[in-house]
């Protein structure tokens, strides 16, 4: 669907078809509301912008973010599916169906962002109830933006839905100017956010500091020099004191147990600063199909959604672990693995195949005999899109700067208390590799390790493109893996199964536009022209 089509589909579906709230943000869409008489309270503003935190991202959600977070970066592989292999085999296309589905859902965003956007700032509320409410929407605005300069680099900035329908065929513009609107667009966010959120899963203003952390850190190494090898102090410092302000002035605490992230029953914990609220027993659109994807079989949930016994980890990301690593059994399922949550009317969920492959357990909960929150292709778990150990790790990486490794204590101290949340020992300095490491298995199947490739391409493109290089993407090795001790032995009785695989070159790190949007609007593929700002930037946030 092109993107001006989809404005006018969604100006209709989200705004006059606006969505109540409870206190967990836990309905379905409902009354049909005139735009005339709503936007006239507080309440409407809220009803207005709690569509933002579901089915606007449906798309997204759906099959890319996992898909391209997880499979492009090869933590995952599914050699049957055509929601992964196109990205981790990095053949995709500009028709390429999850990729054609993301560019349309951050629009979505966009466009309901901007409406709430526009109508709350028309309205005849007092300013002072307005700016949380248009803070919450530029959050999500932002952060869509973000995504958008990731992948796809140059982007369409967008602001007013009735520019775009009178006008869809419009240039686009450079990276660096989707960077800072999306930039922009959360430094609002951090001033005018409240400081406690209006309702359980909804942001505040130290989710935003926690998301400036990720974009000061990712734009920080982006340069005319993608070997360059250096970095932007002044963004490093930002992202230091974004993360600084999140961590220590915001409400959030790591949980105790890393796998307790993952159950229904601890949506919205301490730990989680923004997730996609999920409907139980939502219909279509404001459901979480994850499970569906990743579960092993029908004895898990309970029914026929059970596509997961070809979708497994790559061997790249199993030699990752350590041995004593908590983090493995709650993200990857492996022959003798024991879930006392999963199939509990039986005692319980042995994985039992042989040890040639391991599955995926993130995002895998079980039947609706283990909770009533769980439908067919419905598990009704939030999807994390920022934890505060995320921002843990963007400030000790912002630490560690363009130097070779640190001993800062504070980055050291934030590392090692995710590393002792999963049972290992402590480290007593940081190289580059460390972080890579801990990101990626900290983050493993949470859609985010391709971002960490992409940001640092920025300024080591030659080491990134050796990296996916020696991952062996084109070929299926046969291993062993012993559950017990995380560790993988390659075996030698099979023969590697070839598969092939696109170029790695500099070209992976942007995607190809989706072919219905260029065929819509040819300006897609002209240069870019530079997006002239009129908003003054927000300078006090650090004050």
Request: hydrophobic letters at 40%; aromatic letters at 14%.
């Given at each position: 669907?092109?993107?001006?089509?989809?404005?006018?589909?969604?100006?209709?579906?989200?705004?006059?078809?606006?969505?109540?709230?409870?206190?967990?943000?836990?309905?379905?869409?409902?009354d049909q509301i005139a735009r005339e008489n709503f936007f006239q309270s507080e309440e409407?503003?809220?009803?207005?912008?709690?569509?933002?935190?579901?089915?606007?991202?449906?798309?997204?959600?759906?099959?890319?973010?996992?898909?391209?977070?997880?499979?492009?970066?090869?933590?995952?592989?599914?050699?049957?599916?055509?929601?992964?292999?196109?990205?981790?085999?990095?053949?995709?296309?500009?028709?390429?169906?999850?990729?054609?589905?993301?560019?349309?859902?951050?629009?979505?965003?966009?466009?309901?962002?901007?409406?709430?956007?526009?109508?709350?700032?028309?309205?005849?509320?007092?300013?002072?109830?307005?700016?949380?409410?248009?803070?919450?929407?530029?959050?999500?605005?932002?952060?869509?933006?973000?995504?958008?300069?990731?992948?796809?680099?140059?982007?369409?900035?967008?602001?007013?839905?009735?520019?775009?329908?009178?006008?869809?065929?419009?240039?686009?513009?450079?990276?660096?100017?989707?960077?800072?609107?999306?930039?922009?667009?959360?430094?609002?966010?951090?001033?005018?956010?409240?400081?406690?959120?209006?309702?359980?899963?909804?942001?505040?203003?130290?989710?935003?500091?926690?998301?400036?952390?990720?974009?000061?850190?990712?734009?920080?190494?982006?340069?005319?020099?993608?070997?360059?090898?250096?970095?932007?102090?002044?963004?490093?410092?930002?992202?230091?004191?974004?993360?600084?302000?999140?961590?220590?002035?915001?409400?959030?605490?790591?949980?105790?147990?890393?796998?307790?992230?993952?159950?229904?029953?601890?949506?919205?914990?301490?730990?989680?600063?923004?997730?996609?609220?999920?409907?139980?027993?939502?219909?279509?659109?404001?459901?979480?199909?994850?499970?569906?994807?990743?579960?092993?079989?029908?004895?898990?949930?309970?029914?026929?959604?059970?596509?997961?016994?070809?979708?497994?980890?790559?061997?790249?990301?199993?030699?990752?672990?350590?041995?004593?690593?908590?983090?493995?059994?709650?993200?990857?399922?492996?022959?003798?693995?024991?879930?006392?949550?999963?199939?509990?009317?039986?005692?319980?969920?042995?994985?039992?195949?042989?040890?040639?492959?391991?599955?995926?357990?993130?995002?895998?909960?079980?039947?609706?005999?283990?909770?009533?929150?769980?439908?067919?292709?419905?598990?009704?778990?939030?999807?994390?899109?920022?934890?505060?150990?995320?921002?843990?790790?963007?400030?000790?990486?912002?630490?560690?700067?363009?130097?070779?490794?640190?001993?800062?204590?504070?980055?050291?101290?934030?590392?090692?208390?995710?590393?002792?949340?999963?049972?290992?020992?402590?480290?007593?300095?940081?190289?580059?590799?460390?972080?890579?490491?801990?990101?990626?298995?900290?983050?493993?199947?949470?859609?985010?390790?391709?971002?960490?490739?992409?940001?640092?391409?920025?300024?080591?493109?030659?080491?990134?493109?050796?990296?996916?290089?020696?991952?062996?993407?084109?070929?299926?090795?046969?291993?062993?893996?012993?559950?017990?001790?995380?560790?993988?032995?390659?075996?030698?009785?099979?023969?590697?199964?070839?598969?092939?695989?696109?170029?790695?070159?500099?070209?992976?790190?942007?995607?190809?536009?989706?072919?219905?949007?260029?065929?819509?609007?040819?300006?897609?593929?002209?240069?870019?022209?530079?997006?002239?700002?009129?908003?003054?930037?927000?300078?006090?946030?650090?004050?």
């Open positions: 669907m092109n993107t001006s089509k989809t404005i006018l589909m969604w100006v209709m579906l989200c705004m006059f078809g606006l969505v109540s709230c409870d206190d967990d943000l836990n309905v379905e869409p409902s409407d503003f809220q009803a207005a912008t709690a569509a933002l935190y579901n089915r606007v991202w449906f798309s997204f959600n759906d099959k890319f973010y996992f898909g391209l977070g997880d499979g492009r970066s090869y933590n995952l592989y599914a050699p049957f599916s055509d929601y992964v292999f196109p990205f981790s085999d990095l053949t995709e296309t500009g028709l390429t169906g999850p990729l054609v589905e993301a560019w349309r859902s951050f629009y979505i965003v966009i466009q309901q962002s901007n409406n709430a956007i526009n109508a709350i700032a028309e309205s005849d509320v007092d300013e002072e109830i307005q700016e949380p409410y248009l803070a919450e929407a530029r959050f999500m605005r932002g952060l869509a933006y973000w995504y958008l300069a990731s992948l796809w680099g140059n982007a369409l900035i967008i602001t007013s839905q009735a520019d775009i329908i009178s006008n869809p065929i419009i240039n686009s513009s450079p990276r660096e100017d989707v960077y800072e609107f999306a930039i922009r667009d959360m430094e609002f966010a951090a001033k005018f956010l409240p400081e406690q959120s209006i309702q359980a899963g909804r942001v505040n203003r130290y989710t935003a500091y926690g998301m400036l952390s990720r974009f000061y850190l990712g734009y920080a190494g982006l340069s005319d020099n993608p070997n360059s090898g250096s970095m932007d102090q002044n963004l490093l410092d930002l992202a230091m004191k974004s993360a600084d302000i999140a961590i220590n002035d915001g409400p959030y605490t790591l949980m105790d147990e890393y796998e307790d992230l993952y159950t229904i029953e601890n949506n919205n914990n301490s730990e989680s600063m923004f997730a996609l609220q999920w409907v139980p027993n939502g219909e279509f659109g404001v459901n979480n199909p994850h499970q569906a994807f990743f579960a092993l079989g029908s004895e898990i949930t309970g029914d026929d959604a059970a596509y997961g016994f070809f979708t497994r980890a790559s061997v790249d990301v199993l030699l990752q672990y350590e041995t004593d690593d908590k983090r493995r059994r709650a993200t990857w399922m492996a022959h003798n693995d024991f879930y006392p949550e999963i199939n509990q009317a039986n005692g319980g969920y042995l994985v039992d195949h042989d040890n040639t492959y391991v599955n995926v357990k993130k995002g895998v909960v079980g039947s609706n005999r283990d909770n009533p929150a769980i439908t067919r292709q419905n598990s009704g778990l939030n999807t994390y899109m920022l934890r505060l150990a995320e921002v843990y790790l963007n400030y000790a990486e912002a630490a560690l700067g363009s130097d070779e490794s640190t001993s800062d204590p504070m980055a050291l101290s934030y590392v090692n208390e995710l590393r002792s949340r999963a049972g290992l020992n402590n480290l007593t300095s940081l190289n580059r590799e460390d972080f890579f490491r801990e990101r990626r298995i900290e983050l493993c199947m949470e859609g985010q390790f391709w971002y960490d490739l992409v940001r640092r391409s920025y300024y080591e493109q030659q080491t990134i493109l050796s990296f996916i290089r020696g991952q062996s993407r084109d070929e299926i090795i046969p291993f062993l893996y012993d559950n017990t001790t995380n560790s993988l032995m390659i075996d030698d009785t099979r023969d590697p199964q070839p598969q092939a695989i696109g170029p790695i070159d500099e070209s992976i790190f942007l995607l190809p536009y989706p072919e219905p949007e260029v065929v819509q609007n040819p300006l897609l593929r002209e240069a870019p022209v530079p997006y002239e700002f009129t908003e003054e930037r927000i300078t006090d946030l650090f004050d």
